[in-house]
Every structure is written in C-alpha cells, then in structure tokens.
C-alpha cells in the first residue's frame, strides 16, 4: 500500500485494517541516542578537569568558572531554543543543534587559555540547550499519553548513560597507567559522534507523525490514543502552530513555580557528580583517575537504573489509579526524600568506594524522580511543552552556573585550610530535601492550555 495514500475513514473506504507500524519506538531511541552521546561533549571536561588546570595552568575557581560558562549558555538558550523547534519544526532544529554544538567541542578542545576554553564551553552549552525542550516536544508529538512517563523515563536514563560512560571512558583514557591519551585528542574524537548523527536524524526524523512515509494510520491511532474508528487526520490541529503562551500565565501558575523549583534542586544535587564530584574523589581519597572515573560513574549508572524504574512506575499508578498528582507528584516527593536521607548518611562513611555505593542507592532514588518530572512537563505544558520545558530547564541550569562556582572556589578554600569535606556532602542532601517540598504544590492535572 502507498503509505502517502491514506483514507481517513477505514470502513468506508473498503480499506483493510492494517497492523500499526511501529516508527514511535524507532523515533525514542534516535532522540535517547541523542541524550546519551551530547554528554560525551558536555562532561568530557569534568573528567579531565585537573589535566586541563594542570596543563593551562588554571586553578580550581577558574576551572569552576569554565563549567560554569557552559551552564550559562544552556541556561541562557533554553527558551529561545525551544522556540526554534516550534518555529522550524524540530527535525531541522535538532540537527542544527548537534552540529554546532559539536563544533564548539572541537573548539575546546584547540583552546589555549581561560578565555578561548571559556568561549567554547559557553557556545556548547547555547547549542546544547535545546537538547530537552526539542525532546519534550518529540515526545509530546509522537507518544501516546498512556508512554509519557517510560518515553520520558528513555530519555532520562539516555542522559546518565551518556554522563556514567563519559566518566568512566573519560578516566579511563586519561589515565597515565593505561591509555596516558591526551585530553584533547579525546575531546576531538567525542565530537564526530554528533555529527554523524545529526545527519542521520535529518534524513531519518519527520516532526510531525502524519508526514512520515513509513508510518500507517493504525499507529497514528495510536500516538493520538483515538478509539478504534476515529480519523487520526481529525486531531491535524496538533501539527498548527500554537498561539504564544504568555508570561502572565506562567507566573499565575504555582505548578510551574513547584515545578521550576524542583527542577533547581535537583540539579543542583545532581551537578555535584557531573561537575567537581571526580576531582573531590581525587582530593580527598588520593585515588588514580581511573579508579575515580569508575567511582564517579557510578551514581550516574544508578540514576539509569532508577530512571527506567520511575517511568515504569510512573505509568503504573497512573494506569491503576488515574491520577497524575499520585503517579508524577506522589512518586518523585517520596523519590527525592529517599534520596536526600542517603545522600546525607553517605557522609558517615569512610572510603571512597563507600561513600559512592550509598551515594548511588541515593542517586537510584532521584532518577526514580526523573521521569515524574518529565511527564509532569508534558502534562502542564500541552502544545507549549517546548517552552514550558524550556523554563522549567532554564531554572534547573541555574544550578549548573551557580554550583561549579560554589564548589571551584569552596573546593580551594576546604584544600587551605584544612575543613570539612562532609559539608559538600550535606549541601548536596539538603537540595533533593528542598526538591522533594516542592512536589507538594504540583498539580499536573492542570494544564497551561486550559
């Protein structure tokens, strides 16, 4: 059958029902590969970051304030980026994105100072940041609602993936006893996986379901969760550009302020193990930077795990219950108390290899909060999820600016005078206590369309 000629009324046209094609999953996996391989770009220098001071000769505040730079582009961008992919259709928004910010990284990886390495980290995270606001809509446009928390789930355990490889492969290459390959070697390799991406998604991906030739009416069905005998063609209002969601609205609404918040907390929670959490290992353990990158991957292979768990139980109690308050908000409220309570015993502990094994069971927990986050998104944002995404990203990226910094410098201050290295710990619990406080004024339920 020519998939371009489809009937919009199967029973009186004659045509025969078909099974429903199966593109969706084929389209989640090209944008969880997509997470997943952008952090080889975004994390590679938190591994090699005391080989990059040692070499430009920087010190910890300033290495800070490159991690930070990034973190201000991605938080910067996350709005205008989400507006790209509503404007221009995510298919050329996404792979734009991946070539340039791959471009960036080569950049990096030649700098020669604090200032080009600055510059670079900075542009990375401008073209980074559609990363999750352009996913959001994908998953808005392509999953049915009943997959909004294993789709988001995907997504989310793509990005630790992404983060615990980078950590691990990172170390492991840098490390003089091994490989002893130069940083920027690495970096530049890292780079090529976005690009040859890119142009496979832009030959692959169509943005909108309905102009994709392999895709048949039966899993249009499907995607739109229509009853059997609806015209999939009927919901095309879907594919119009949605009138501007104002900022009145969003400030009206204490969700998204729940929402925002939360978001901030636990990235800021989170940004301690991309960001300074290998060289903390280095400091205080002494350990080599290969054991450090196994130590440092860690929590984020059990955010993976818990990510997968979360949307699971995301769309079970939404199925047994129907209620997204108890399957988005109920879940990642428990998930990041857990979370906060073992991120906060792990101080207690006396070896590095302890410290990271309570830490993991803890960052299990708060990817179990993961995919309620997402889903959440999707519910609030409607047709706006993009920019809604985008918002409640560019709260989190706050965070990612403000924490390196913190630690950049609270790192030196602790190494000079001898302190206490337990209370970067105890900050760290502290924001998934605050996260999880949140989720008590979240109501996914209400959507900004209404």
């Not at 029902?17 to 590969?33: D, G, N, Y």
């Not at 980026?81 to 734009?96: K, P, S, Y």
């Not at 995907?154 to 940083?183: E, K, Q």
């Not at 602790?414 to 989720?439: E, P, R, T």
Request: hydrophobic residues 50%; proline residues 4%; contains cysteine.
């Amino acid at each position: 059958m020519d998939p371009t000629n489809k009937p919009s009324f199967p029973e009186e046209s004659g045509y025969v029902e078909e099974r429903p094609t199966r593109v969706r999953w084929f389209v989640l996996a090209i944008v969880a590969f997509a997470a997943s391989s952008a952090y080889l770009t975004r994390h590679c220098i938190s591994a090699a970051n005391t080989t990059i001071a040692k070499e430009l000769d920087l010190t910890e505040p300033q290495m800070g304030m490159v991690m930070g730079a990034f973190a201000l582009g991605y938080m910067l961008f996350q709005v205008p980026t989400g507006w790209l992919g509503n404007r221009f259709g995510t298919r050329f928004a996404f792979a734009l994105s991946s070539i340039v910010w791959s471009l960036c990284n080569i950049w990096s990886s030649v700098a020669a100072g604090l200032g080009m390495l600055m510059a670079s980290r900075f542009g990375l995270g401008i073209f980074q940041a559609g990363l999750a606001p352009i996913s959001a809509k994908i998953l808005r446009d392509w999953m049915p609602l009943r997959s909004f928390g294993m789709s988001s789930a995907a997504i989310g355990a793509s990005m630790s993936v992404g983060g615990a490889f980078t950590m691990w492969l990172t170390g492991w290459l840098l490390d003089p006893a091994g490989n002893n390959l130069d940083w920027r070697t690495i970096f530049f390799a890292y780079s090529f996986v976005g690009i040859i991406w890119a142009v496979g998604f832009a030959w692959f991906f169509r943005t909108r379901p309905e102009d994709h030739p392999w895709v048949n009416q039966e899993e249009l069905k499907q995607i739109r969760d229509l009853p059997e005998k609806a015209d999939p063609s009927a919901d095309g209002a879907e594919g119009d550009p949605p009138r501007a969601l104002s900022a009145k609205t969003l400030l009206r609404s204490l969700s998204m302020w729940g929402l925002c918040l939360q978001s901030f907390c636990r990235s800021a929670g989170y940004s301690f193990f991309v960001t300074w959490f290998f060289a903390f290992l280095e400091y205080v353990y002494g350990i080599d930077k290969a054991t450090a990158g196994f130590y440092n991957s860690l929590p984020l292979i059990a955010v993976v795990t818990g990510s997968l768990a979360g949307g699971i139980i995301v769309d079970g109690l939404f199925r047994v219950t129907g209620s997204k308050i108890m399957s988005r908000s109920g879940t990642a409220f428990v998930a990041l108390t857990v979370c906060g309570t073992l991120t906060m015993v792990s101080a207690w502990t006396s070896e590095a290899w302890q410290l990271s094994a309570v830490i993991a069971v803890g960052a299990l927990f708060a990817g179990i909060g993961n995919p309620a986050a997402w889903a959440a998104t999707l519910d609030l944002g409607g047709r706006h999820v993009a920019v809604v995404m985008g918002v409640m990203n560019m709260t989190g990226c706050l965070a990612g600016v403000v924490l390196p910094v913190l630690l950049g410098n609270w790192f030196e201050e602790i190494k000079q005078s001898g302190g206490d290295w337990d209370s970067v710990i105890y900050l760290h619990a502290g924001f998934y206590f605050c996260g999880a406080l949140c989720w008590l004024v979240i109501k996914p339920n209400r959507s900004l369309d209404a």
